[in-house]
């Protein structure tokens, strides 16, 4: 079966987020070489993306996201396959994560 879930099917923050949070860090963060500047830079944006995509889904939790879907059972899996949460949920998601970092890197 293919589902979201997350991190490690855990169900916390979503994975369209984490993903988005690792394209900032690639481009911004400071790299380990003590460069604090880019590093509240990077939080920054972090923070950026999070509010936003939270402003649009309500959320930034997986398991909110999926309105209580419980992805680490089969029912749940099941549930989450049979309502096409895929697509109605999680391409959703994505596409909200890509608009944001696009925008975001578009602002410099």
């Known amino acids: 079966m293919r ?11 979503c994975g369209a987020i984490t993903g988005g949070i690792l394209v900032i860090g690639a481009r911004y963060g400071s790299g ?7 590093t509240e830079t990077t939080y920054a ?15 930034v939790i997986c398991r909110q996201l999926l ?4 992805l680490t059972i089969a029912d749940g899996q099941r549930h989450f396959m ?7 949920i ?9 608009t944001i970092l696009e925008d975001l890197i578009r602002q410099g």
Do not use: I, K, W
């Open 3 to 13: 589902v979201g879930a997350g991190m490690g099917r855990r169900q916390e923050v």
């Open 32 to 38: 380990g070489d003590g460069n604090r500047t880019a």
């Open 45 to 59: 944006r972090t923070n950026t993306l999070m509010d936003r995509f939270a402003e649009q889904h309500g959320s």
């Open 67 to 70: 309105q209580g879907c419980n």
């Open 82 to 88: 049979e309502n096409d949460y895929m697509n109605r």
């Open 90 to 98: 999680c391409v959703p998601c994505v596409r909200s994560v890509a």
